[in-house]
């Protein structure tokens, strides 16, 4: 079953609650990193092997556009940060909108320290703007599984995820399994379905890029089948 799934592959969702108090290893964004986008506060936190990836991902993102004006605005969450921001979000646009944005808490994938929310950040007003992936953004969609991310709520999944799209939410999964679900138009419950034993998927390596130089596509023959993808990401932990 899917909730068997462990490490980067850890489903979290109205039907799989997650402990947050068991999020491993968190450490501030804003200490560990680099110069090519902001974060909302000193004190959001992830889990510390998503930064290397995340940091890369960024540096290759400004070498490609010029644009290093991308916010982190979430990450990690307990489970009362996530109480307050549904309730809010229920005084504030009722209870339908907020079930379709945000999780309950204890249901959310903030809870693991795996997941990032976008925004931008206006460097001549200093005001916040929506991520939407278009435009030079859209670099950061397409290349999102060389570093080892999806976005993990996409427009045509609501009726599997139960949350609605989310342009901006960004999770990490590590490289082998982010490449198969973006190559095949999956979700991450869907493609958990497809795993024989997801528990076995913890913590699969990624290859780093040279910050300063873009990484380009491989040249794309047929996608890796499953038991590929849990031979590399076992072999590797």
């Keep these: ?3 068997n799934a462990q490490g980067d592959l850890i489903l979290v969702n109205a039907d799989a609650s997650y402990d947050p108090e068991t999020a491993e290893d968190l450490v501030s964004v804003y200490e560990e990193k680099n110069s090519s986008y902001y974060v909302k506060d000193t004190a959001l936190s992830v889990c510390r092997r998503v930064m290397t990836p995340l940091n890369d991902w960024m540096a290759d993102f400004e070498a490609a556009t010029g644009c290093s004006n991308v916010n982190i605005v979430a990450g990690y969450r307990t489970q009362d940060d996530q109480q307050q921001l549904y309730d809010a979000a229920v005084q504030n646009h009722g209870s339908d909108y907020a079930a379709s944005y945000l999780a309950q808490p204890g249901c959310s994938e903030h809870h693991t320290g795996l997941a990032v929310d976008f925004a931008l950040y206006l460097e001549d007003s200093g005001a916040t703007a ?12 397409e290349h999102a599984w ?12 609501r009726d599997v995820t139960g949350i609605a799209y989310e342009a901006w939410h960004f999770r990490y999964v590590g490289v082998p399994h ?59 932990r």
Excluded at 146 to 157: A, H, L, Q, S, T
Aim: glycine share 6%.
């Design 178 to 236: 982010a490449w198969y679900m973006q190559e095949n138009g999956l979700c991450l419950e869907e493609y958990l379905q497809l795993l024989p034993n997801p528990r076995r998927c913890a913590l699969p390596a990624r290859q780093s890029h040279t910050p300063s130089t873009p990484p380009h596509r491989p040249q794309r023959a047929a996608p890796p089948t499953a038991r590929q993808i849990i031979s590399a990401a076992t072999s590797s």
């Design 1 to 3: 079953p899917v909730g």
């Design 130 to 141: 929506d991520f939407t992936g278009t435009g030079d953004y859209a670099w950061l969609v």
């Design 146 to 157: 060389e570093y080892g991310f999806i976005r993990r709520y996409p427009e045509n999944k």
